[in-house]
């Protein structure tokens, strides 16, 4: 009985060698087979159209900058020229936003999230504030840093319904029942 154990054991421990060995042709990316397409710089889009890639031609994996379309090629595309197209830098924590001088969230949505960590930086757990456009300030209830998202995106918006069609109204907060001579 010991004995057939120990011999399992030696045969999962041992090595294995593959019945075919692959050779490093097979698996080597030929470079004659792409054709030569230019792809065009951030620069030169100007439509929507522009956002969609060439595609890979038949027979090959495409790379990201063949198959990226829409936000995510014009973030590729960025990247590739040095541009941070998003403005993905962390917002200023050096100093406590008050209403007369909030830190400014810039955002082309019609809302946008920012996590604040607290005056100096990670004095709290992150609390995550929502702006919009109807409501674009907002305060942290830890510290009491003043957030104001500024709308950075296209002024004539056709989908944005600001009577919300159905009635919506946006939910109540405490700074609904601060009396004005507070503010």
């Known amino acids: 009985m010991l004995l057939q ?4 054991a030696i045969a999962r421990r041992a090595a294995v060698a593959p019945a075919v060995r692959r050779s490093l042709a097979t698996s080597a990316v030929r470079r ?4 030569d397409t230019k792809i065009k710089g951030i620069k030169e889009v100007k439509t929507v159209d522009d956002l969609f890639g060439p595609g890979a031609p038949a027979g090959t994996v ?6 990226s379309t829409g936000l995510e090629r ?6 590739m020229e040095s541009v941070d197209v998003f403005d993905m830098r962390p917002l200023d924590a050096s100093r406590l936003g008050t209403l007369a001088n909030p830190v400014v969230v810039r955002s082309a949505g019609d809302e946008q999230f920012a996590g604040c960590t607290g005056v100096p930086a990670d004095s709290h757990n992150v609390i995550w504030l929502g702006m919009s456009r109807e409501r674009p300030i907002e305060r942290c209830p830890e510290c009491g840093s003043v957030y104001k998202m500024e709308y950075v995106g296209p002024q004539e918006d056709h989908h944005h319904d600001h009577g919300h069609g159905h009635g919506w109204q946006e939910p109540k907060t405490m700074a609904d029942y601060v009396k004005p001579e507070y503010w």
């Open 74 to 79: 014009l973030e590729i595309l960025g990247k």
């Open 5 to 8: 154990r120990s011999a399992l």
């Open 62 to 67: 495409p790379t990201d900058i063949e198959q």
């Open 32 to 35: 004659d087979a792409v054709p």
